[in-house]
């Protein structure tokens, strides 16, 4: 194999040394702001197919659609 810890060692040290050079606050800003938006989708997304599924199956109980 030819590979040793030393090697391996700086090799993740080089990684992360350039990940957080590269972070700054515009990016960790925009990287919360991605998440706060997929999660609020995500929980409209989540209600919204529950709405759907009671009404669905309101509809199948009682004979009627109501919107």
């Known amino acids: 194999m030819g590979y040793?810890?030393?090697d391996?060692?700086?090799g993740i040290q080089s990684v992360?040394?350039?990940a957080v050079?590269?972070?700054?606050?515009s990016n960790i800003a925009s990287i919360i702001g991605l998440?706060?938006?997929a999660i609020v989708g995500l929980?409209?997304?989540w209600w919204?197919?529950?709405w759907v599924v009671r009404r669905i199956s309101g509809a199948f109980t009682s004979g009627?659609?109501?919107l």
């Not at 050079?21 to 606050?25: D, E, K, L």
Request: hydrophobic residues 65%; without cysteine; proline residues 0%.
């Open 4 to 6: 040793s810890f030393a």
């Open 8 to 10: 391996v060692l700086a």
């Open 16 to 18: 992360i040394s350039d």
């Open 21 to 25: 050079a590269a972070m700054s606050i």
């Open 35 to 37: 998440v706060i938006g």
């Open 43 to 45: 929980f409209l997304f």
């Open 48 to 50: 919204g197919a529950r």
């Open 64 to 66: 009627k659609l109501r």
